[in-house]
């Protein structure tokens, strides 16, 4: 039996190379604040695996995506142990594009923070009297530059998108992030949508392109799970502080409450932790995980 190992691991995933495709593991580690954390988070990588998949089903009619099978007997047979089971997808290769698409339906996190001081998220202007964790009049776009393992992601402008995809891909520049940019609102506004139908609020989100080998762009990465997104419950949304969340603010908040913790969580906080990622899953999905 042939025997892979990672071509390239980020903090939660290992990405192995099947010659035409991908195959991409998620691994039930946790990150926050770009570290990762010491504990394993049981059934994590299966649940945003198949959480994925389901979004990437629903919205293959506004872009064409990188999922080709989450079955691992289609998969080599390598990866048909059990460690791979259900948190391994299949995917067309892409070359993905340097810019991390995020996009913000309510006003929360460092947009909060920077809307305080000078009534600006990443220099967009908004609306006076905002208060905490308010839906935005419009969803905006706030792409930033994709950064080394170790290193933060930079906020850039609409225009430095175009600069930073017009080097890569002269004349194609400004052709590429606009169909980004209005992908990614296109996929928020109808996922938000039908989420909020099913009592999660997805206050913002991220997307990543790629380019097949047509040049064509098509969404890659993962899609609306609690690591790349803030879901809250619509159930007890109250602007004017901040939201419990399905996602790792859990997590966070023990961290930051918890400087010396040296990035090792208690079992409860890792237990609640998947609690939630379940919650959401079967929220969404209306299936049981």
Request: hydrophobic letters at 35%.
């Amino acid at each position: 039996m042939k025997t892979f190992s990672p071509i390239k691991e980020g903090k939660v995933r290992e990405v192995y190379d099947n010659g035409d495709s991908l195959i991409i593991v998620a691994t039930d580690r946790i990150s926050a604040f770009d570290v990762i954390l010491k504990n394993k988070v049981t059934k994590k990588g299966a649940i945003l695996t198949q959480m994925s998949k389901f979004w990437f089903d629903f919205t293959k009619d506004i872009v064409p995506n990188h999922m080709i099978s989450t079955d691992v007997k289609d998969m080599p047979e390598f990866f048909n142990q059990e460690q791979y089971d259900g948190n391994s997808m299949m995917c067309k290769k892409l070359e993905m594009l340097p810019v991390e698409c995020i996009v913000r339906g309510y006003i929360t996190g460092s947009g909060w923070e920077s809307y305080k001081k000078n009534g600006t998220v990443c220099g967009i202007k908004l609306p006076e009297g905002l208060v905490e964790s308010d839906k935005l009049p419009e969803p905006i776009y706030t792409p930033t530059t994709k950064a080394e393992i170790g290193d933060h992601d930079e906020h850039i402008t609409f225009e430095g998108t175009v600069e930073t995809l017009e080097k890569l891909y002269p004349g194609k520049g400004e052709e590429y992030a606009t169909k980004i940019k209005e992908c990614t609102l296109a996929l928020y506004k109808k996922c938000a949508e039908y989420a909020l139908s099913k009592g999660i609020i997805i206050a913002d989100t991220k997307f990543e392109f790629g380019l097949d080998e047509n040049g064509n762009v098509v969404l890659g990465d993962e899609m609306l799970t609690p690591d790349s997104s803030r879901f809250w419950p619509l159930e007890g949304y109250k602007p004017g502080q901040g939201q419990p969340s399905f996602d790792k603010q859990f997590v966070r908040d023990w961290l930051k409450a918890n400087p010396d913790s040296d990035y090792l969580l208690p079992e409860e906080v890792v237990t609640k932790t998947v609690e939630k990622y379940e919650e959401a899953y079967e929220m969404l999905t209306g299936t049981k995980f």
